[in-house]
């Protein structure tokens, strides 16, 4: 058991962290407040090797680990937790062609893909269908050598902005097992979109509804066989949801980081805040949570990268987590701001309404706790 990063993640992480700092930071609060989704910077740390980070290298991935990724997630995650989780679902997208696609499919899609010239969206939701994804009823029936898809998608990321969907609809029955995974490129007939959602956080990427309405798709953007597509939704989210905890990671990094500074600045009582000693105590357990956090999602990312049958249990533990820590120490950073904490130029509130939703979305933390009890408890 080895705690330290090699020289080689030490140098991901500084890659990652340095992007942050000069692409994604200094910009992080206008995309916010202008509701701009950053493509072109996103295509730049694409470049960097960022959109495809555990797929294989011969069609231009990176092919790192998960714990790789963690770490990149992390430190780009210090500039904008919004920017960085939309280029995990991005990675997920990729992941999901490069480890279930064709040949043909993987030459196909991911040489785009990897350099963002095609950016990818997931498609699991549906308006009726959240939580219980296994029961989703968009409706992909074959005709010939096409599919003709019908039904609708909730809260997709990127939606309308992103070229290519990857889909999951029923081609058979009831349940998880009648369900497929497709590739939808967006100029098909038939695909369209809502309106952008007005939301909490997030608000540098859109997050719109996706409509069918007789979408036809060749047969050929089915990935893998009929029947397949919720294993590989869920096979997906592990990553994503490791992801999505190390983006909340950075992020309350971030808003610790930011309240020590303004600690030190800060005084009442004619003395600095920083001298309070209840004050100096919350700060101590902000930090402590955060590392703890770490040293899990870093155990949970070892353990998917190891193919660990613990794997699945460990990323739900691991989101369910970190996501939670994350949200209460930019929730108590922007506390110890007093009113300025409240106003958008700190910068810290913003934090707080990004990393709100990671408790909800890549399945909910009450989701989390059914699987790691299914897990605890077998199928009793
Ligand atoms: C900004 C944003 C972006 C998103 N991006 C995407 C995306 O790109 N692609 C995509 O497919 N989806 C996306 N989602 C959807 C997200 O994954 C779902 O919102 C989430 O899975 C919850 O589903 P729901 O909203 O239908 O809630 P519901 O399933 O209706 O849940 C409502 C409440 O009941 C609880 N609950 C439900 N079932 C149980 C149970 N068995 N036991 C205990 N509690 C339970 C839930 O935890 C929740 O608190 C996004 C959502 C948001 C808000």
Known sequence: MDFELSDEQAAIREMAAGFAAEAIAPHALEWDQNKHFPIDTLKAAAGLGMAAIYVREDVGGSGLTRLDAALIFEALSLGCPAVASFLSIHNMCAWIIDAYGSPEQRSQWLPAMTGMEMIASYCLTEPGHGSDAGNLATRAVRDGDHYIL?????????????????????????????????????????????????????????????????????????????????????????????NIAACSLGGAQAALDKAIAYMGERKAFGRKISDFQALQFRLADMATELEVARTFLWRAASALDAKSPEATRFCAMAKRFVTDAGFEVANQALQLHGGYGYLSEYGVEKIVRDLRVHQILEGTNEIMRVIIARALLGSR
């Open 150 to 242: 019908n039904g609708q998608k909730q809260f997709i990321s990127g939606a309308g902005a992103s070229d290519l969907y990857i889909v999951m609809a029923r081609t058979g029955g009831e349940g998880p097992k009648g369900i497929s995974t497709f590739i939808v490129p967006k100029d098909t007939p038939g695909l369209s979109f809502g309106a952008s959602e007005k939301k909490m956080g997030w608000h540098a990427q859109p997050t719109r509804a996706v409509m069918f309405e007789n979408v036809r798709v060749p047969a050929a953007n089915r990935i893998a066989e009929e029947g397949q597509g919720f294993r590989i939704a869920m096979a997906a989210l592990d990553g994503g949801r490791l």
